[in-house]
Structures are given as structure tokens and as C-alpha cells.
């Protein structure tokens, strides 16, 4: 049976045991140990038979703009609904703080648009928003705002937002 809860800190080995193939592969970008400790109330992790079988994160980035980060699903996992499953109980949180805009950096691109998220070329906010926002030290609001020291990280993903 799958079931999606919020993470807890003895699920980060095996998060970071999920992902690190994917980081190998650079399909997700590395994340140091302290990192994922400092962020684990941002994860929802699926179990299927008690097995962790995906993770993803929500990151707020402004009032009403968040970020879906590190979604993945185990190969022995597809085609099973867990990726659905954490990205809906992503964008339900998202909904309950107020975020009306969610931002992802994905190579998953059908995915992603199956479930409301259209690719974007520009920067959606405005220049007061983007002058508050460039102030952070967040990788992943740079590469929302596609600023140049993040390149090297984005190459090859595509840029989609859904409007909530």
C-alpha cells in the first residue's frame, strides 16, 4: 500500500541513498548531508509496503510563488503512481501557506505538464519582487531568476511554472 507523510530525520540515508544514482546521473542536483537535515521539513516521503520509495520537497521562494524540488521516484516504483502521489500532496501544501504560483527545474518535462505545469522562458515577477528575491542565498531561487552562476546547473532543464 502507498502512502505519502511528511519526512522525518531518520529518512535522510535513505533519501540520500535514492538519490544519489540520480545525482551521478545528474538528473538531480547533489545536496551535502547537512543540507538535507536542514531541509527535511520541506520533504514528503512515499512508502510502498514500508519501503521509502520517493521523496520530493517544497520550498517557499516568496509569498506566492514555491518551488517543487527534488522529486523522485525509485525504478522499482514507476508507473505505480508515486510520483502523482508526492506532487499532489506537494501542491496541496503548497495551497494551504498561500502559494498561488509553483516553480520546478525538471528534465521530466511530460510529467510535469501532464499535471498543470507549462514550460516558461521568462522570469514571472515583478521588478521589485526580482530585486528582493536576487538578495537570496538560495541555489534554487538563482536558478528560478536564471542567474548566470547557476547555468552550469540548469543546463538541459526545462523551466516550468503551474498557476495553483
Same mark, same amino acid.
Given at each position: ?58 520550498? !517557499?521562494?516568496?509569498?506566492? *510563488?514555491? @518551488?517543487?524540488?527534488?522529486? /523522485?521516484? %525509485?525504478?522499482?516504483? $514507476? +508507473?505505480?503512481? !508515486?510520483?502523482?502521489?508526492? *506532487?499532489? @500532496?506537494?501542491?496541496?501544501? /503548497?495551497? %494551504?501557506?498561500?502559494? $498561488? +504560483? ?63
Amino acid at each position: 500500500m502507498l502512502s505519502i507523510r511528511s519526512a522525518v530525520t531518520s529518512d535522510v540515508p535513505a533519501i540520500r541513498k535514492l538519490a544519489d544514482p540520480l545525482v551521478e546521473k545528474r538528473i538531480l542536483l547533489g545536496k551535502e548531508l547537512v543540507e538535507l537535515y536542514e531541509s527535511i521539513q520541506e520533504f514528503v516521503v512515499a512508502e510502498l509496503d514500508g519501503e521509502l520509495v520517493g521523496f520530493g520537497a517544497l520550498h !517557499v521562494m516568496w509569498r506566492d *510563488l514555491g @518551488e517543487v524540488r527534488t522529486l /523522485a521516484v %525509485a525504478e522499482s516504483a $514507476k +508507473r505505480k503512481g !508515486v510520483g502523482t502521489a508526492l *506532487l499532489s @500532496e506537494l501542491l496541496q501544501r /503548497a495551497k %494551504a501557506l498561500g502559494i $498561488k +504560483r509553483v516553480f520546478c527545474l525538471t528534465f521530466e518535462r511530460d510529467f510535469f505538464a501532464s499535471h498543470g505545469f507549462q514550460e516558461i522562458s521568462d522570469i514571472p515577477v515583478d521588478p521589485e519582487t526580482y530585486a528582493e528575491m536576487v538578495r537570496s542565498h538560495d541555489e534554487g531561487v538563482a536558478e528560478f531568476l536564471d542567474l548566470a552562476r547557476v547555468k552550469q546547473n540548469t543546463l538541459g532543464n526545462s523551466r516550468m511554472l503551474r498557476h495553483l
